[in-house]
């Protein structure tokens, strides 16, 4: 019995008795055995998802292009990758969850930019702002995306800390302890001399090991005890007139006075600040029998990420790096769709372009008569002379 007659139909006369022909670059062919065409079929869909993924993986890999496509300059691989970059990232959902604790925190990026990131207790980055530095409309944007969490974790940007106080004011906030001991090393450094630099250095150093409340009273009984022992020390002054040099360096007049201990004195009232306003242990009192984060660790892992990203993957331009660093975080939002997902919607859609954050502004150029500038001028004799002229020579 001899083999069947195929019934695909040739693309070009539209016959049945199209046959497999072997394959080529990869590609099935066919070989029609009516007109003779040898025609290969495609599968565009199939091939973005390929290429899409790969544009994935090698965003949160280590590979250069040169790697991902197996040439040494990458070209293949940026021709392969070129219409990723168009593919708009999706948003978190703003789902009104609200969550024990809200980490936080802003990264300063190249080509001039900062994004500010929220992490959730739970784990999954719940949404972030790009902007140009940490200021309190920045962090609003921010906050207008979530529900109020019990307690928010932040490392003390002024920026933030107005924006909660504005935004939401009656939510607990909890100042990253790690931070407050680097503001104090700053500060006292790591070896001071006086006995209260010890003392204080000693106080920041046992606060990182504070984890019930009953740690939490002695460590609190023990700043009280140092600002009685030293309170004619933190209250100590210099006056001008003893020290004329450092008057003048700070810009004093002879009347005028600072205080002599002003590090000492820095590092005390701001821990008494943070104290009085139940920024320091809101991990433990916040919610009744459990204990939360006290600092802002679940959100730096997230900033390490990004920075190791963008030390990976050099040369990036500034609309690049901006896509990749949000592919990245979009990867650790909860649920976050596949691949296939992503195209498919992006399809139904239309194959809508990513929208472009609009660069920064420039200042725009005077108009008007020149005013007075810097730059030589021959009229006045000001530029670079050559030869002897006015030289002495030997």
Not at 6 to 16: G, R, T, V, Y
Not at 84 to 106: A, H, S
Not at 155 to 178: F, H, I, M, N
Not at 288 to 295: K, M, N
Request: glycine content about 8%.
């Amino acid at each position: 019995m001899g083999r069947p007659a195929s019934i695909k139909k040739c693309p070009d006369c539209h016959q049945p008795g199209l046959k497999r022909n072997g394959t080529r670059n990869g590609k099935i062919r066919w070989r029609c055995t009516n007109c003779g065409s040898s025609p290969s079929r495609t599968r565009p869909d199939t091939t973005q998802l390929a290429q899409f993924t790969a544009f994935l993986a090698w965003i949160k890999g280590k590979e250069s292009q040169g790697e991902v496509d197996g040439t040494r300059t990458g070209r293949t691989a940026r021709r392969q990758f070129s219409w990723c970059w168009n593919v708009p990232i999706p948003k978190p959902p703003v789902t009104g969850e609200i969550f024990d604790e809200v980490f936080l925190d802003g990264n300063y990026l190249p080509h001039n930019w900062c994004i500010l990131l929220a992490r959730s207790s739970t784990g999954p980055v719940t949404t972030w702002q790009w902007c140009n530095t940490e200021t309190a409309a920045a962090y609003q944007a921010v906050l207008a995306r979530m529900a109020p969490p019990v307690v928010v974790a932040i490392d003390g940007s002024g920026g933030c800390q107005k924006a909660l106080k504005e935004t939401w004011p009656d939510v607990t906030v909890q100042r990253c302890l790690v931070h407050v001991h680097r503001n104090n090393l700053r500060d006292l450094t790591s070896k001071p001399r006086t006995g209260a630099g010890k003392a204080l250095l000693a106080l920041s150093q046992t606060l990182l090991k504070v984890t019930n409340l009953d740690e939490a009273a002695i460590w609190s009984a023990n700043l009280a005890a140092f600002y009685s022992e030293y309170d004619t020390w933190l209250k100590a002054r210099t006056y001008a007139r003893e020290d004329p040099e450092e008057a003048l360096r700070r810009g004093k007049k002879p009347s005028g006075w600072w205080y002599t201990h002003e590090r000492d004195r820095r590092v005390y009232y701001r821990f008494d600040r943070l104290f009085t306003n139940g920024q320091l242990f809101a991990f433990l009192t916040a919610i009744p029998g459990t204990i939360l984060e006290r600092t802002t660790n679940p959100v730096e892992a997230i900033n390490a990420q990004i920075t190791r990203l963008i030390g990976l993957h050099p040369g990036l331009s500034e609309d690049h790096m901006i896509a990749a660093v949000e592919w990245l975080l979009y990867s650790y939002t909860e649920n976050p769709s596949t691949p296939a997902e992503i195209l498919k919607n992006w399809r139904n859609n239309g194959e809508p372009t990513r929208r472009l954050i609009p660069k920064h502004k420039k200042q725009p150029t005077p108009q008007g008569p020149q005013k007075w500038g810097t730059a030589p001028t021959p009229e006045e004799g000001l530029w670079a002379r050559k030869g002897w002229a006015g030289k002495w020579q030997p």
